[in-house]
């Protein structure tokens, strides 16, 4: 680490109190002149450090987010999953736009025996992740709005041995992973009222909003007609932004600092999007191993992202072609399938398993 990156992580560590110049200098094994260069090339990066009447330093926003941090926290969480290559942007086009240009560049990740080539020994289990994004995108081609310091993109690469049959399940996978983790971070320090939901197929809810969605894209190869790999991009919304969601967004979308203010507004201010992505990118890299260890631990998955629903049981209307008014048709969701597919009965008792398409609930509030 440099002594920049080193200084930084000594003032996050301290979580708000003030660390003297006399102290950085011996942490670092530097001089105090090279401590006071770090910290204004810190500020410079846009981290706001206050200086102290003692010569101190404190970082009075703590929720930093560097590579560094992020690697030295999801290897510690994590250290099964240490060796995984991982790139870390402040500002990208879209995590999974590259993530697919890596795969595009690199050739084929496994050979014609299943096992990974040099590309996939470096590839496979990617983690690619963001501060903000310039043109990220949800399902269908729609905008995801990704603005700087309040979320955190995720996309990860997945090359599986023997391709991928079915991406609905590793959507279906991701979700659970994701609520797996949101438990685990805040569930810690128990501010929430209660458990993150999923909205069939691809988004997380957190008290009534939208804190995340989903989006996963197939790799295929023309030639033996397979999925080979995968990219699973995932955006969270952590923090609080007045002006990113405004209007009809502000009615869905929320955080998860809005959330834990509800229940404990300190707790709030103490969010690290560090620690929540960390745990995300290592939640989904292990459930995807973990659903394809055997067909009861896969069963084991389904049944959780069941149990997390909050569609089961409810009215829908279902768009089997999007925005399509006279393709709707009004549905009861009944259950999920094995490959993560939505059962409904139509209001002439037909029962019917969705794939794709759209669905909305069917009352006033509707969660989109």
Not at 89 to 112: H, M
Not at 197 to 202: G, H, Y
Not at 289 to 306: F, L, N, R, V
């Amino acid at each position: 680490m440099t002594t920049k990156e080193k200084v930084l992580k000594l003032l996050v560590d301290a979580k708000g109190q003030a660390v003297s110049g006399e102290t950085l200098a011996a942490e670092c094994g530097v001089s105090r002149a090279a401590v006071w260069k770090a910290v204004n090339a810190l500020r410079e990066a846009g981290n706001s450090i206050e200086g102290t009447t003692n010569g101190g330093y404190v970082l009075s926003d703590n929720d930093v987010f560097t590579a560094e941090l992020f690697k030295e926290t999801f290897s510690s969480r994590f250290p099964e999953l240490s060796d995984c290559h991982i790139e870390c942007f402040k500002e990208i086009d879209s995590t999974n736009t590259y993530a697919k240009r890596i795969l595009a560049e690199c050739g084929n990740l496994r050979g014609p025996d299943g096992s990974l080539t040099e590309a996939g020994k470096k590839y496979h289990c990617s983690v690619i992740i963001a501060e903000s994004q310039t043109a990220g995108r949800g399902r269908l081609g729609r905008t995801f709005v990704s603005p700087e310091k309040t979320g955190i993109y995720i996309s990860v690469i997945y090359a599986p041995k023997g391709g991928i049959t079915n991406p609905a399940r590793l959507t279906a996978c991701a979700a659970v992973a994701i609520c797996r983790a949101i438990k685990k971070v805040f569930g810690d320090i128990s501010v929430l009222t209660a458990d993150p939901q999923i909205k069939w197929i691809n988004d997380i809810f957190v008290e009534g909003k939208k804190v995340c969605g989903i989006l996963a894209e197939g790799v295929a190869n023309f030639e033996s007609g397979m999925i080979e790999s995968a990219v699973v991009g995932m955006g969270i919304n952590i923090k609080k932004n007045k002006t990113a969601f405004e209007g009809e967004l502000a009615d869905v979308v929320g955080t998860l600092e809005d959330a834990v203010t509800q229940t404990s507004p300190e707790a709030a201010g103490s969010i690290s999007r560090t620690r929540v992505a960390a745990e995300i990118a290592g939640q989904v890299l292990k459930i995807f191993e973990e659903d394809a260890s055997s067909p009861e631990t896969h069963k084991a998955i389904i049944k959780e992202y069941k149990e997390a629903s909050f569609l089961l049981g409810r009215e829908l209307t279902v768009y089997p072609l999007i925005g399509d008014e006279k393709t709707a048709y009004k549905a009861t969701a009944t259950d999920i399938d094995d490959n993560a597919g939505l059962i409904v009965t139509l209001e002439d008792g037909t029962i019917k398993t969705l794939n794709s398409g759209e669905v909305t609930l069917k009352s006033s509030a509707v969660l989109k």
